[in-house]
């Protein structure tokens, strides 16, 4: 499928059009939020849907607990620190998960953890290219 990813206010966030390679994937995979997911059940080869999803059925809100205060000396002269942006910061794993700046002092930077699309309606349009089954022949989920 092709789809875009947009903000109410027209902002694109991703687009599968911008790279013209479809995205592939298997319903239940992961790849989508479950809410996505749902919208796509159903569709067929060549199907256009747009869904417009509130914060709640889309990344979620954001969670106070998910906010930390660190040091202003972490981040260094090379970034740029304002409120909204966002930051990769990676885990003792090795994993990178994004931090948005929430604000910010001369010596602290309050950080949310929260998915960087948290508190934001979204809008998904999708255009269908192909329905194919899995490798057990079922093409949607029981």
Do not use: W
Request: glycine share 8%; net charge negative.
């Amino acid at each position: 499928m092709h789809y875009r990813l947009l903000l109410e206010d027209t902002t694109v966030v991703d687009s599968s059009y911008d790279c013209h390679e479809p995205l592939r994937f298997v319903i239940g995979d992961g790849t989508l939020i479950d809410s996505l997911e749902t919208t796509l059940l159903g569709l067929t080869s060549g199907a256009k849907q747009t869904v417009q999803l509130s914060p709640e059925n889309a990344y979620g809100v954001s969670d106070e607990s998910d906010i930390h205060a660190m040091q202003r000396s972490e981040f260094g002269d090379a970034i740029k620190l304002k409120a909204g942006v966002v930051i990769g910061f990676d885990t003792p794993s090795g994993e990178q998960i994004p931090g948005t700046v929430v604000d910010m002092d001369e010596h602290i930077v309050r950080v949310d953890f929260s998915h960087p699309l948290a508190n934001r309606t979204i809008i998904f349009e999708v255009e269908i290219i192909a329905v194919e089954p899995d490798d057990n022949g079922v093409i949607e989920p029981e």
